[in-house]
């Protein structure tokens, strides 16, 4: 008993150690963007402070965020959709196929640093005059997005049973058709799963929009280091913008939470 006591103890001690080492940033970053620079600046009111939201008059009204937000909003939602109509039927012909070759590639794209094709992205998208626009933040991020949901749904539909399309096709089904009416509303939490990590991550890129983007096409990480100067930095502005970034995400991902452990694991628990 008491070592069981004392497991339990360890075990609420390092969960409550790990919470607030990861809520303590967060924390700290939302009290920022309410407190004024001399406020920042000043140990004394860490915790008891006059809360102030002109930084997030700056931001939202000042400094264009609204335009910023659209930006990010669109970037992201093209490059997981387009991920999606790619990334399903092949992550499904890789499965159904066993196509190895295929897959290696799919692997190889996921673990080749995206830095290391800034340089030959940014010449021939220059030279094809596509730097600036949309279009190219879209291909992008679909480099990485496009591979993470093609892995995602590899591993899916390997915990899907082929019986079931098997018995579609003795019903008279093609197996285009099967796929359609019977995999695809099976996999429905796989495809949920592989778009909400897509969307997030096109959400949180800050170096292909940095490299790629151009003044009109700005996405929200990028436009938070209008608040560095070379001088000096708005803390507060720069937090308040930070929160704007970061709490749209915290939301979809704590609605969307059941959704992702349920693809995640659904291909180690099927089959």
């Not at 990010?72 to 991920?83: E, H, K, P």
């Not at 010449?123 to 949309?134: A, E, T």
């Not at 291909?139 to 990485?144: A, E, I, K, P």
């Not at 096709?169 to 949920?192: E, N």
């Amino acid at each position: 008993m008491r070592g069981g006591t004392a497991y339990k103890a360890f075990r609420v001690g390092a969960l409550v150690l790990v919470v607030l080492g990861l809520l303590t940033p967060l924390i700290w970053m939302v009290a920022a963007s309410l407190k004024t620079n001399v406020d920042i600046y000043d140990a004394s009111k860490a915790l008891l402070f006059s809360p102030t939201v002109d930084n997030y008059k700056t931001v939202l009204e000042q400094a264009n965020y609204v335009t910023f937000i659209i930006n990010s909003l669109w970037v992201a939602f093209a490059s997981t959709v387009l991920s999606l109509l790619l990334g399903v039927p092949a992550a499904y012909s890789m499965s159904r196929f066993t196509m190895k070759r295929s897959a290696l590639v799919v692997l190889m794209a996921r673990v080749i640093p995206g830095v290391s094709l800034l340089v030959p992205w940014f010449y021939v998208f220059s030279n094809l005059r596509l730097v600036g626009g949309f279009t190219v933040l879209v291909l992008s991020h679909m480099f990485v997005s496009l591979p993470l949901v093609v892995y995602i749904m590899m591993g899916y539909f390997d915990g899907l049973p082929t019986e079931l399309e098997e018995s579609g096709q003795v019903d008279g089904l093609t197996p285009i058709g099967a796929f359609r009416r019977i995999t695809l509303p099976l996999s429905t939490p796989g495809i949920a799963t592989a778009g909400i990590l897509a969307f997030i991550f096109s959400w949180n890129n800050f170096m292909f929009a940095l490299v790629l983007s151009g003044a009109k096409t700005k996405t929200l990480p990028v436009a938070i280091f209008d608040f560095v100067g070379y001088a000096a930095i708005d803390w507060g502005g720069l937090m308040a913008a930070a929160t704007v970034v970061t709490v749209p995400i915290m939301v979809i991902a704590l609605l969307a939470q059941k959704y992702v452990v349920s693809g995640l694991t659904a291909g180690a628990t099927k089959g």
